[in-house]
């Protein structure tokens, strides 16, 4: 027997707070709603698409009015890549519930009695600051809304880049990105590794 879906919108709800990887929070008739890509201060229509006993999961419908601190992504591969969740957020916000996810662990889960916890010291850089990055390979890349493979020569059907979000077997094709050291070494790292690619495909 196949599970019922799970498909129901919730209309102007405002998020609360910032949860655990890169999940946003808001309570919906006293359940907890984790919702993905929002920023607390949002009004938005939720998607529910996965409902246990003590919280759902839902995605935004549409967002009613953005929140004040929300930020324009700077990633084009934001929302589809599997990294960055926290792109919309401000970095001082993301240092905060940081902080907190740490202190709930030991204080409101661990129920451990620690000293008060000294802040998180920033860091000067904010983009282009990774110093490692894995890069996977698949010959069947992932394919964005609009695209048709059956009308893409081989070459252009493979992929270098990174997981597509929730799909560990799918490979979205990088064309540059924004947590390298810098621009220049993710660029020439995909240019040159994409041109090994393509030749290998004709």
């Known amino acids: 027997m196949s599970r019922k879906k799970t498909d129901i919108l919730v209309q102007n709800v405002t998020i609360e707070s910032v949860a655990a990887e890169g999940k946003a ?23 529910i698409y996965k409902k246990k006993k003590n919280y759902m999961e839902g995605r935004v419908e549409r967002i009613v009015k953005p929140s004040q601190d929300r930020l324009e992504p700077l990633c084009p591969h934001f929302g589809v890549c599997g ?30 009695d620690i000293p008060e916890i000294s802040p998180i010291l920033a860091s000067e850089r904010t983009e282009f600051y990774r110093n ?16 048709n493979p059956e009308q893409l020569p081989e070459n252009e059907k493979v992929a270098l880049g990174f997981h597509v979000g929730k799909f560990f077997d799918k490979v979205l094709d990088i064309k540059a990105a924004w947590n390298s050291m810098t621009s220049g070494t993710i660029t020439a790292s995909f240019a040159i590794c994409s041109s090994a690619r393509r030749k290998t495909a004709r």
């Open 25 to 47: 929070l808001v309570h919906v008739d006293g359940i907890v709603v984790f919702v993905d890509f929002a920023v607390p201060g949002d009004v938005v229509d939720i998607r």
């Open 83 to 112: 990294g960055c969740r926290w792109q919309p957020l401000p970095y001082s916000l993301q240092l905060k519930a940081k902080q907190q996810q740490v202190y709930d662990q030991l204080v409101r889960i661990g129920h451990l």
């Open 132 to 147: 490692k990055l894995e890069y996977s390979f698949s010959s069947k890349r992932w394919f964005l809304p609009g695209e």
